[in-house]
Every structure is written in structure tokens, then in C-alpha cells.
């Protein structure tokens, strides 16, 4: 039998914030444990949260950047239950009339546009982190995280494929980078995710039992997760049986999930009014001045570097991953309008030296103006492709300009024909082998001289000319 | 009767208090007067109110994102009934 797929995916944003949610205290990762707390965040009687705005401008950046209609009046809610890394026994967060609702988010699968609506956006705190020490059987608690702010973004069960899943993820991910409001960091738990998944007969109308999927850490782990809880939930139908709704959680050692082991009650959260907190009121004034800060969105970038530029889709896409990548090259643009050749430098040798050293483009020693020069020396003849690659990495390790470089190690490009033409004559005299070869119609043979040209020259010869004067005069 | 013995059990459970059994029958008795009582107040007409959530009638009370610093580390483990590494220790709890 053929069955749907159905996904909600519920995503934690830890916020780039200087200091946690209700409280001043850093929010900086991998301090020493427990250094950031107060009386606040540590949860002692008596004490009073207040919120800070910067959450809220974020909220709402968040919910414009996602279609979402932001809420004019906002109350937190306590959610009550009891566990080691939750000092007060409740998590203040959002409840009723969260800060955004009814968005979504447009994705693209196999080459198609896919809306996933946003069923909301709230604000809420981290809890602290958790380590169990299975030897002596004890938990260790650290409540720097505790605190933090996080915006949970619940997304509709739009979605119908572990693909649609991965690129809803890539998608508001790059968002969040785009807006730095997030650092999108997964592995460091900056950005987490949870799936509500079921399965139901192709065609059905009703949806199947569904389960939560917890404890995946990274996008592959999101991915093999999500699979492996389809097949399980298939594989139960089949035999006749029924999927319970449970909690499952990913182990990515055994690479399956297991149901989490709770008492029925844990789910019992008694929500209600946080009385510590005042309502946030947010005024048209207030989204306006955030609205006129929003920067492009990724999707508009991708489509102006397309339209504007000329470029394919491909190259849009890998340019506009990061924003600092996506200017770059327009600052190279803004110098040279020769945006197709600057992607393929961009697209190879830049993101590759990023790629390979830990650098930002930011500190990238080679500048756009650098990148740019050198692109002249090629067009104008000066340098071949080929040579310009060495330049590149000198640029690249010495930060040293290309016209220094090309003076001082001698690579102007050899584009005299009678140079050229000495040194072909030579190779002709000492290969009268491959000559003969050659002559007898094995063309193929066109790329032995040009690299025998090549060799001679130190990869100067001007690859053009060269292959033209090999040409001629092997007809002779 | 507004709520039973069971739900009593289980709101004690949630709150992690151990009743014994004179106390579920006393904590039955109170807070279905408490829920009698609240009944009272279903009978005013609130149809044009918007549900009260804080009496005080502010809003906006917000703090700039400006670090300050945080309490020193011997402060913020002084109640811990065991540290290591500078973290609380409790005994092991897994989700």
C-alpha cells in the first residue's frame, strides 16, 4: 500500500542576545558552569523577571520575515512540571496569543515552491544543561543556558517528505542567520528541532496516530530520524497494528528511536497567567520601525541575483547561503560588471579557502578589489586562468595585491606569436613520434603539445594562442 | 461534587505532595468548596470584558539588552546540596 507522510516540525532558536530572556546575566556559550546565573535565572523566591526588548524585536523580525500577523497584546504563561534543569518548577513561556501566528514559509523541492505555514512563533526561556554521570548514577547541573532566550516556531503539518523537512530546516535556518537572530548552530544546540510525524493511507482524509521525535542533533540525524520513524510507523500498520502516541527519542548510536520513558502526568502542564510579568503591548509604530530595518530575505536575494545579475540558479543559491558571501560578490560587481566571472571565482577558489581555514570573508586577505584586479589581468591578457589560480592562493596567504605578485614572480602571460612559435618548433623537432601520431589524425594528441608548451613556459603561455600555433604549424 | 478523590490524588502527584488518607478527604472537601465558591462568580455577566490577566493596568515594563555582571559562583552554588565542577548534583534523572 501507498501511504502520505505527514510533519509538523517544532524548532528552538537560541537568540544572539547579549543577555538572557528575563535577567542581565550573559547568554555567551562555554563558560565555566553556573558563572552566569543571579538570583533570577537560578530561580530563588522573590525575585522579578523582566524581559528584555531586544526578544521581542527579535520575535517580531521573525514573524514579519515569515508572513506571520503579530499579536498587538502579549501575556507569558507559566508552564508547570518538575525536573532538575528547571530551577523555579516552571518554564515562563507563551500560551495563549503568542507574538506571531498564521505565516509561512516558502521552500523548494525538486525545483518547485512549497508553502509550510507557520502555526506560531512565541517567546520563551532555555532551561540549564544536564550531564548524567551513568557511573555514580547522578546528574550535574549547569544553569548558564537557564534563561536564554529561544523563540519556538511551530510549523503547520504542511509538510509530506523528509525532503520537504530537510529544506523547511535549511530554509528558516538561513533566515534566522540572515536576520542575526540566530547563530543556526545545530550541533551547539543553538538550533533545535523536533518533528511530529504520521502516516495514513494515500488518499485518506483522517490523519494517523502520531508520534514526537526528540533528540535530533544535527541535520543528517533530523533526516535518517525522520525515515526511520515512517518505516516504523508503516511497518506497524502493516502488520496490523496500532501506533501508540508516544515520545520518541533519536539515538543516533543505534540509528533508531526508542520511546521515551515518561509517567503520563509529565504532559500535564497546568498553564496560567505569568503574574510576574505585565502584558507587552506592541503597537503598529513599534513593527514599523522593525519592518524598516528587515534586511533582504534570502528568497528575494536569490531572485535579484538571478534577475538583476543574469546568473543561474545555482550560482544565486551557493552566493546568497550567507549574507556576508552575498555581498562580497556585490562589492566585486560594483567593480566589474562581469557577474558570471565572479561567481565562478567566488564559487571556487573563495568559498574554498573559506572552507579550508576558519576564516570569515569578513578577514578574507583577498578583497574584492584583489579579486577584481586580478580578473582584469586575465581579461586584459596579462595572466592566464590558469596562472591566476597560483596568484589567488598568494593573495590568499600573503594578502599581497595581484599586480605585485604577477611583477615580482614574472608571470606575465607570454602572448608574443614568435616566442611562441620558437618554442612549438622545438617540441615539434624533439617529439617526431607523437608528430607523426598527430599528423596520421590522432587529434587527441593536441593536449601533449599544449602541455609540453606549458611545461616549457611555466604555465605562462597564453593557452589561446598556443593552441593556435600548434594547430598550424603541425598542419605544415 | 465538583472534582473526585482521583483528581485530588493527581493534582498531589503533580504538585509531588504525599497525602495521607485524612488529608485527601480534607483537600477533597476544601477545594470543592473553593470550586462552589468560584461558581459565584460565573454568575456575573462578563461578556464584553476581556479576560483579566494582571490588575495593574501597565504595560511594557522592559529592560534593555545590557549585560550586568552575575552573582559570584560560591552565591550561586550556596544552596547546592553537592557540587562538582562547580555544578549542582542531584541524583540521576533521565527524561
Known sequence: ?476 | MKISLSEVEHVAKLARIRLNEEERTRFLKELNSILDYMDLLSEVDTIDIAPTTHTQHITNALRQDIRRASQPLKDALTNAPETVDNTFVVPMIIK
Open chain 1, 1 to 476: 500500500m501507498e501511504y502520505d507522510v505527514i510533519i509538523g516540525l517544532e524548532v528552538h532558536a537560541q537568540l544572539l542576545t547579549e543577555t538572557k530572556i528575563f535577567c542581565s546575566c550573559s547568554t555567551i556559550f562555554g563558560d565555566k558552569p553556573n558563572t552566569n546565573t543571579c538570583p533570577v535565572c537560578i530561580g530563588m523566591p522573590g525575585v522579578l523577571p523582566v524581559l528584555n526588548k531586544k526578544v521581542v524585536d527579535f520575535g517580531i523580525k521573525l514573524g514579519l520575515a515569515t508572513n506571520c500577523h503579530i499579536s498587538k497584546t502579549n501575556i507569558f504563561a507559566r508552564k508547570n512540571y518538575f525536573y532538575p534543569d528547571l530551577p523555579k518548577g516552571y518554564q515562563i513561556t507563551q500560551y495563549e496569543n503568542p507574538l506571531c501566528e498564521h505565516g509561512f514559509l516558502d521552500i523548494n523541492v525538486d525545483n518547485t515552491v512549497k508553502r509550510i505555514g507557520i502555526t506560531r512563533i512565541h517567546m520563551e526561556e532555555d532551561a540549564g544543561k544536564l550531564i548524567h554521570d551513568l557511573k555514580s548514577h547522578r546528574s550535574l547541573i549547569d544553569f548558564n543556558r537557564a534563561g536564554v532566550p529561544l523563540l519556538e516556531i511551530v510549523s503547520e503539518p504542511d509538510i509530506r517528505s523528509t525532503a520537504e523537512a530537510y529544506s523547511y530546516l535549511m530554509e528558516l535556518r538561513q533566515l534566522l542567520v540572515y536576520l542575526e537572530i540566530c547563530d543556526g548552530n545545530m550541533e551547539q544546540g543553538s538550533f533545535r528541532c523536533d518533528a511530529n510525524v504520521s502516516v495514513r493511507p494515500k488518499g485518506s482524509v483522517s490523519f494517523g496516530i502520531r508520534t514526537e521525535l526528540k533528540n535530533m542533533n544535527s541535520f543528517r540525524h533530523v533526516q535518517r530520524a525522520l525515515d526511520y520513524e515512517i518505516n516504523r510507523h508503516i511497518g506497524i500498520i502493516e502488520s496490523g497494528g496500532n501506533v501508540l502516541p508516544e515520545t520518541m527519542l533519536w539515538d543516533a548510536v543505534s540509528n533508531t528511536t526508542q520511546p521515551m520513558r515518561t509517567k503520563e502526568e509529565s504532559h500535564d502542564y497546568r498553564y496560567f497567567p505569568e503574574p510576574d510579568l505585565i502584558p507587552v503591548v506592541v503597537d503598529d509604530a513599534w513593527i514599523e520601525e522593525i519592518e524598516k530595518r528587515l534586511p533582504e530575505l534570502p528568497r528575494d536575494k536569490r531572485a535579484r541575483f538571478v534577475n538583476v545579475y543574469g546568473l543561474p540558479e545555482y550560482d544565486a543559491e551557493v552566493l546568497t547561503q550567507s549574507r556576508s558571501v552575498a555581498d562580497y560578490f556585490e562589492q566585486c560587481v560594483s567593480l566589474l560588471n562581469s557577474p558570471k566571472e565572479i561567481s565562478n571565482w567566488i564559487m571556487t577558489e573563495v568559498l574554498r579557502v573559506l572552507k579550508e581555514g576558519s576564516e570569515d570573508i569578513k578577514t578574507l586577505k583577498v578583497t574584492p578589489e584583489m579579486l577584481v584586479s586580478m580578473i582584469r589581468l586575465i581579461n586584459d591578457g596579462t595572466i592566464s586562468g590558469k596562472i591566476a589560480k597560483d596568484i589567488f592562493e598568494e593573495m590568499a596567504t600573503t594578502g599581497r595585491s595581484p599586480e605585485l605578485i604577477v611583477k615580482e614572480k614574472g608571470l606575465v602571460q607570454i602572448t608574443d606569436e614568435d616566442i611562441l612559435k620558437d618554442i612549438v618548433r622545438e617540441i615539434i623537432e624533439n617529439n617526431p613520434k607523437e608528430v607523426d601520431v598527430y599528423k596520421k589524425g590522432k587529434v587527441q594528441l593536441l593536449g601533449f603539445f599544449v602541455g609540453q608548451v606549458m611545461n616549457a613556459t611555466k604555465g605562462k603561455a597564453n593557452p589561446r594562442l598556443t593552441n593556435k600555433i600548434i594547430r598550424e604549424m603541425l598542419k605544415q
